[in-house]
């Protein structure tokens, strides 16, 4: 049986495509689940804003087999992958709750962060981070930070005392070196599937709407003469996502050259929310699947979002309806609001458990987390924080209703002990969650 590099890369001008994990990728009579090419479990964080309405998030009943609230209904289907982790809570010093600032930056964290407007913020090596030390530096890119939202252009404080620094991201390279999030699918494309090829010759690509694919043909018949059909299935399977991928945000870049509505935005941005965050996801699912990287955050919309959803019947903006002061329709509202993020989040996952990967799928070779920095949206409840774990390597369908106030450090510790980072202590921790994997 022919081996071949798992880091095969079919090459052209101005691209660079890493391949899915392969048959012919594990050497001769060695048993796939010992192979070296089959990579580390996966790690990801998709973080969604300004709370929920904890009372249509949480299940009456604790244990195994509870029910899905409405909220959590779209995840019903992967059930069996998914555990509900009730009770956390993020730092706050003594009574103070703090707002959507401290929220955004202390979800990863585990740490209050420092109260300043200026640049000298502070806060924690995020858990992403903290992950993408152990699995992430033999991939080209460590980790993969995305948003929907560009903030950046904002400086002093975007909360009363804060940096808007603290909410522009949710991921943390040290203390004190927030990362940035990138909004423009074409940047994420060309980041994962750009090769060495000059500005002016992927310029002159994009200017045609010619594929990067097309420059890699020649490479990719190739490699396929010397795969099994199998793995040629593969291979053209992926290609073809890669191809839709693009396609995509092509059409995206047309829509904005005609649209005046458009003229701001950063060219490859769609102008529907729901194909901006559909566009993230897959970008994630194929880099997962090339093993371009193992580790990703994903802000589905920032902290304050003033995005409406006329879709859904909701024309008061996402921030101001959340302070919904416990009326009944802004409560539905809201409740709309989660229902629809858990569902796109819903579509990523089946994206992973579709999508083949050595002796399972994606979803089975990652863990990723669901969740916010904020509970109640009407108050900035501290806690409980809405947090799900999906993974194929969980023991599914579980609540587990930790003790009230458990500290969110103790969940990315026992995060860090999975994946050989054992931590001491993580913000204001107090120990480990022991009934998660």
């Known amino acids: 049986m022919k081996s071949i590099s798992r880091r095969t ?15 012919a990728m594990i ?23 300004n709370g929920a309405i904890m ?12 029910e899905f609230t409405p909220i959590l209904k779209p995840l019903e289907p992967f059930k069996e992958s998914l555990v509900l982790v009730n009770n956390l809570t993020r730092s706050r010093p003594g009574s103070v709750i703090g707002d959507h600032a401290v929220s955004c930056a202390g979800f990863l964290t ?44 904002y400086v002093g ?37 750009g090769g060495a090829g000059s500005a002016t010759e992927r310029r ?33 399977d992926y290609l073809d996502n890669v191809r839709e991928i693009e396609r995509r945000i092509q059409r995206a870049e047309l829509q904005q050259n005609l649209s005046e509505t458009a003229l701001e935005a950063p060219v490859g941005v769609p102008e529907s929310f729901e194909e901006h965050v559909g566009l993230m996801f897959d970008l994630i699912a194929a880099a997962y699947q090339a093993n371009v990287t193992r580790v990703f955050t994903f802000m589905l919309s920032r902290e304050l979002s003033q995005r409406t959803y006329p879709q859904l019947g909701v024309s008061e903006q996402h921030h101001s309806v959340s302070h919904h002061q416990n009326n009944a329709d802004k409560m539905a509202q809201v ?24 002796p399972g799928s994606l979803l089975d070779q990652s863990l990723i987390f669901y969740g916010a920095g904020m509970g109640d949206s009407n108050g900035h409840a501290t806690d409980p924080l809405p947090v799900v774990a999906v993974s194929g390597s969980l023991k599914g369908h579980r609540h587990i209703e930790l003790p009230k106030r458990t500290p969110v450090g103790n969940l990315w510790r026992t995060v860090a002990a999975k994946y050989d980072t054992p931590i001491e202590h993580y913000g204001d921790s107090t120990g480990l969650v022991d009934d998660l994997f």
Not at 125 to 146: C, N, R
Request: proline residues 7%.
């Open 9 to 23: 890369i079919l090459s052209g001008t101005g691209a660079a495509i890493a391949l899915p994990f392969l048959d």
């Open 27 to 49: 050497p001769a009579f060695t048993p796939q689940a010992k192979a070296a090419a089959i990579p580390s479990m996966r790690f990801g964080v998709v973080y969604f804003p």
């Open 55 to 66: 009372q249509q998030w949480t299940p009456k009943t604790t244990g195994a087999g509870f």
């Open 110 to 153: 585990g740490v209050w962060p420092k109260r300043t407007e200026a640049e000298d913020v502070l806060a924690n090596t995020t858990i992403d981070q903290v992950v993408a030390q152990k699995i992430g530096q033999d991939t080209p890119l460590p980790s993969l930070e995305l948003a929907t939202e560009d903030f950046t252009g």
């Open 157 to 193: 404080a975007c909360s009363p005392g804060f940096s808007c620094t603290y909410m522009n991201t949710i991921s943390w390279r040290t203390p004190t070196t927030p990362l940035p999030m990138e909004t423009n699918p074409r940047t994420v494309f060309e980041r994962l599937f």
């Open 204 to 236: 002159a690509r994009m200017a045609t709407q010619r594929s990067i694919l097309d420059s890699i043909a020649e490479d990719a018949n190739d490699l396929q003469r010397t795969l099994g059909g199998r793995d040629r299935a593969r291979v053209s």
């Open 335 to 358: 409740v709309k609001i989660n229902t629809y993020h858990v569902g796109l989040f819903a579509k990523f996952l089946d994206t992973l458990r579709k999508t083949e990967d050595g």
